[in-house]
């Protein structure tokens, strides 16, 4: 079992920058897959960002792809999300999941532990 809360959403202005964390409990964090999944309103969820348990492989959605860095402190069972030049379209609910298998195609990624969400609004 494994127990993730998201911390670092809020309000941010177009342009801006703002750091999501995730803390995890468990002792197998470190060989788990961390993603990031984001929903806004109206708008399906989508897989934001992705990294492997050893942080030697990432994945982005086109979308944050240039703006966007996940990375993960084993040492700290912490992920996190680095967003930069944030736009309006980011606005959204961003999920912390967990998967204990590896991926090769994170396209067929679904998380298998999620938080609770932590919101980003960006204001233009």
């Not at 942080?55 to 084993?74: L, M, P």
């Not at 700290?76 to 959204?92: F, G, H, R, S, W």
């Amino acid at each position: 079992q494994v127990q993730l809360v998201e911390s670092g959403g809020g309000l941010v202005q177009a342009g801006g920058s703002l750091r999501l964390s995730c803390a995890a409990s468990g002792r197998t964090f470190t060989s788990y897959t961390m993603a990031w999944f984001r929903q806004a309103p109206g708008k399906e969820r989508e897989l934001a960002a992705a990294i492997s348990w050893s942080g030697g492989s990432t994945s982005y959605a086109d979308s944050v792809k240039g703006r966007f860095t996940i990375s993960r402190d084993n040492a700290k069972n912490t992920v996190y999300l680095q967003m930069n030049d944030v736009k309006p379209e980011d606005t959204a609910v961003y999920y912390c999941t967990a998967d204990p298998r590896a991926y090769n195609d994170y396209t067929s990624y679904r998380g298998i532990y999620w938080g609770q969400g932590t919101w980003v609004t960006v204001s233009s």
